[in-house]
């Protein structure tokens, strides 16, 4: 008779397998559709459909504004978990509950303000001799705006957790506070930052309702690349629809795994330094 091995995670055939489902249903297969329905048109008409110069132009304001609204909120995410975490001023609480508005905020009440805001006559945008709104700078601030969270709560965790013990050995051998924050901070958040960073990409390429609002939705100006899918499905093209779909999604794919290897591989090298140290 041989002795049954206990198994250290019990259950893990069972939730394993039901992983696997629910990954296969809700990811998976509308994935695998989306390209099945799209190719089914043939090649020549996908190309055809993918590569005009509408849709090419609706590629470079979608994947440039995205970008640079990530950029922006990885530089003032950082700032902002970094105020939230070291210092202590009155309405804290309140400026940190504020962080996360924008994940429950619908994104059509949240374009709409921006747009009031942003406009030639509105409270912000009378001030600026130039337009926010109805151009690339106000899909810009609209994207900016429902990324931050991202950057910040992937960012504040590890600057609660981080040691100050180590801060203080390295002020104790001569590091001034910016050696002390580029050499031993900054190298443990940048995994985490890294992270905040991707996810704020990911979230500004797919968004739709913040940005058709103060966007104008001017064909090869301010038209993104999510707005012509759904023109596309409102007048039953979906053919079209799914190709555009597809490249943005394998478009997005291929930045997110660039992103990845960053942050693999500062998570490499920052388990190289912690073990020297």
Known sequence: MFKKRKRILPGFGLTFGF???????FIFLPISMLFLHSFDIGWSKFLKIVTEQRVLMSYKISFGTAFIAAIINAVFGLLVAWVLV???????????????LP???????????????????????????????YTPLGIIVALTFIGLPFVVRMVQPVLEN????????????????????WKVIFPSILPALLTGF?????????????????SGNMPMKTEITPLLIMTKLEQYDYAGATALAVVLLVISFLLLFIISI????????????????
């Open 19 to 25: 992983s696997i489902l629910y990954i296969s249903f």
């Open 262 to 277: 960053f942050q693999r591989y500062a998570n490499r090298a920052f388990n190289i330094q912690g073990g020297k140290s």
């Open 86 to 100: 070291r210092y202590r001023f009155p309405g804290k609480r309140i400026v940190d509950a504020f962080i996360d």
């Open 103 to 133: 994940f429950a905020l619908p994104t059509a009440v949240a374009g709409i303000t921006l747009t009031t805001l942003y406009s030639p006559d509105g409270w912000i945008g009378r001030f600026f001799s130039f337009k926010i709104a």
């Open 198 to 214: 991707s996810l704020a990409f990911a979230r500004s390429l797919g968004e739709y309702g913040s940005v058709v609002f103060i």
């Open 162 to 181: 981080f040691q100050k013990d180590v801060e203080e050995a390295a002020a104790s051998l001569g590091a001034n506070r910016f050696q002390i924050f």
